[in-house]
């Protein structure tokens, strides 16, 4: 999908798990008004093309993300682009942005999956626990809890929830997908829900693919087998990156800070944003401040400057000091 005055900034946008990128949909008007904007669907997902996805080993299937879509870049020859992805879209941007960071002018992780690795002594029924009374619903047992998530540990990897409601029959699958969308995507308005039900039920009862790559580049809690927070990946990346997260996301949001607090860009080119009244699905739960941020964010795209390795990094690095050093010395010298 192709947006915008093509005169202007690209903008690359992914959309997250089991999704496609008409998910943008509430953002799009606004964003195409300051941006060229593409937005892909995920090889295996949405729109795309539905090839037999086979691989076992996380490092394999982390490359075969990363080279579809720089196939895809090679073939509508971009460079220079900003790259936005949501959930498992920003997984997936990136890895490529890790890879082929040249490329990318900024990026941007929108509530990403995969960012951290499990952490020590993290209490998971605490998080439970927590997101359950911020929605005020009854909150379970940490044994129900347990037996549950062991159940899901036991059966990772065996079917994907698409899979079960492709072997249901028409009435079985219209109330899963009833429920999927309920729990997913509470904010959408009822006179869109109804569109939107019958755009995913053409979109995920559609062959299985590379949704079957969650259950490879992550376990059963969610956590990455290779996360971006590595310094030889996201932690050193040598390009201007931003957070964004909901203010009730159940993402691990201190992993954005983390980064940004390494990035070069720190404090001018990568920042840190929540967006109120917001959970996983910023584009839906509040798209008028999701879309006013990014505006912002990119607002000072000109002034960036060409970071591509370590050299680059220590000359930047000089130049800074050197600017500084400058204006302490305008500032010092008397006025005559």
């Avoid at 990136?94 to 929108?110: D, N, R, S």
């Avoid at 390494?262 to 944003?273: A, E, L």
Wanted: glycine share 8%; aromatic share 12%.
């Amino acid at each position: 999908m192709e947006l915008g005055d093509r005169s202007k900034q690209v903008m690359v946008m992914m959309h997250g798990y089991g999704g496609s990128g008409i998910m943008f949909y509430k953002i799009m008007k606004p964003l195409a008004a300051h941006f060229h904007i593409f937005i892909v669907d995920i090889i295996g997902m949405g729109g795309s093309s539905r090839p037999a996805f086979t691989i076992k080993d996380s490092s394999e299937a982390d490359t075969y993300l990363i080279q579809w879509f720089e196939a895809w870049r090679v073939k509508m020859d971009l460079t220079g682009f900003v790259l936005a992805g949501h959930s498992f879209g920003g997984y997936v941007s990136g890895l490529y942005a890790c890879k082929y960071h040249q490329h990318v002018k900024k990026l941007l992780m929108l509530s990403p999956a995969g960012v951290t690795s499990y952490p020590e002594d993290y209490d998971y029924y605490a998080e439970i626990a927590d997101r359950i009374q911020k929605q005020k619903r009854k909150v379970p047992k940490r044994w129900q809890v347990r037996c549950l998530l062991g159940c899901v540990g036991k059966c990772w990897g065996c079917c994907s929830p698409f899979s079960i409601m492709r072997c249901c029959g028409k009435c079985c699958v219209d109330k899963l997908m009833k429920n999927y969308i309920k729990n997913r995507f509470s904010s959408v308005p009822p006179e869109e829900m109804a569109d939107y039900k019958v755009y995913l039920h053409q979109t995920l009862l559609r062959p299985g693919s590379t949704e079957h790559a969650i259950f490879v580049c992550f376990n059963h809690l969610m956590w990455a087998h290779h996360s971006l927070d590595k310094d030889d990946r996201l932690g050193g990346i040598p390009i201007p990156v931003s957070f964004y997260f909901g203010d009730r996301d159940w993402m691990w949001t201190e992993a954005g800070d983390l980064i940004v607090s390494k990035n070069p860009y720190k404090g001018t080119h990568s920042h840190v944003f929540v967006i109120e009244n917001s959970d996983h699905h910023l584009y839906f739960d509040n798209p008028v401040q999701f879309a006013e941020k990014i505006i912002k964010d990119l607002s000072n795209l000109d002034e960036l400057y060409p970071i591509q390795n370590g050299d680059n990094l220590q000359k930047v690095d000089v130049s800074l000091s050197q600017l500084q050093l400058k204006n302490k010395q305008i500032q010092e010298e008397p006025i005559l």
